[in-house]
């Protein structure tokens, strides 16, 4: 079975912080891709980054980074210098190889920024 | 990045009324989703379809129906609405051809509120 973890329910800082979203995962497909998704008040889901299995570098795009660590099965994600258009639900996601390729979803992380 | 969309955004209604919701995909995707999502809570999939005439259920047992009659429409019906259908509806899309190119896109969400 596939099951994503996101221990952190709510987190709150202050504009200019840097903040680091976790997320842990299980799966035993040795092929798979994680995701991140952030939910803005408005509703909908925008995609951020897919990552695959077998690559396992970091990635920086602007103010956000990504370090996926196969050894601990994570894949955090760390937003430098948070403003406050930051604020929104972000969703770890992880889909298998094989079979249905369904996504699996964390329950989500409430990120607040507060000016 | 896909164009899909969703309509209504927002809908009220009373118990026992039928209801459709539209979503509509213009990138040619063969892979369409629904989820179902409580506000700011995780994703679930009630619905998914691999291609036209495809139509399977998801993780979470649903009342609601679907059919995939046109590649670019997969609408979900309610016949018979209820308080507890109340929620967010999500759809998305993604290519075929799986592994690397299999990222869902998602749109804007239907606010269903069942009085």
């Known amino acids: 079975a596939q099951k994503v973890t996101q221990a952190q329910t709510e987190i709150s800082v202050v504009e200019k912080e840097d903040v680091t979203l976790d997320c842990v995962y299980e799966?035993?497909?040795?092929?798979?891709?994680l995701f991140w998704y952030k939910q803005p008040p408005s509703g909908e889901l925008v995609f951020l980054i897919r990552?695959?299995?077998?690559?396992?570098q970091n990635e920086i795009s602007g103010r956000y980074s990504w370090n996926f660590q196969k050894s601990t099965s994570s894949f955090n994600f760390t937003i430098t210098a948070s403003q406050v258009v930051d604020s929104a639900v972000y969703f770890c996601?992880?889909?298998?190889?094989?079979?249905?390729?369904?996504?699996?979803f964390g329950q989500g992380t409430r990120l607040t920024i507060n000016p | 990045e896909a164009d899909i969309y969703q309509t209504p955004r927002y809908l009220v209604i009373g118990t026992g009324k039928k209801i459709t919701l539209e979503c509509s995909q213009t990138?040619?995707?063969?892979?369409m989703y629904w989820y179902q999502q409580d506000p700011g809570m995780e994703l679930h999939l009630i619905h998914y379809?691999?291609?036209?005439?495809?139509?399977e259920k998801g993780d979470l047992s649903s009342e609601s129906t679907v059919s995939r009659i046109r590649t670019e429409h997969f609408p979900l019906t309610l016949e018979s609405a209820r308080p507890s259908h109340t929620s967010q509806y999500l759809c998305?899309?993604?290519?075929?051809?799986?592994?690397?190119?299999?990222?869902?896109?998602f749109g804007p969400g239907t606010r269903l509120t069942v009085l």
């Open positions: 379809s691999y291609g036209v005439n495809s139509t």
């Open positions: 990552r695959n299995s077998f690559d396992e």
């Open positions: 998305a899309s993604s290519e075929s051809g799986g592994g690397y190119t299999d990222t869902q896109y």
């Open positions: 990138m040619g995707h063969d892979k």
């Open positions: 996601a992880l889909r298998g190889f094989q079979g249905a390729q369904k996504l699996v």
């Open positions: 799966t035993r497909d040795t092929t798979y891709y």
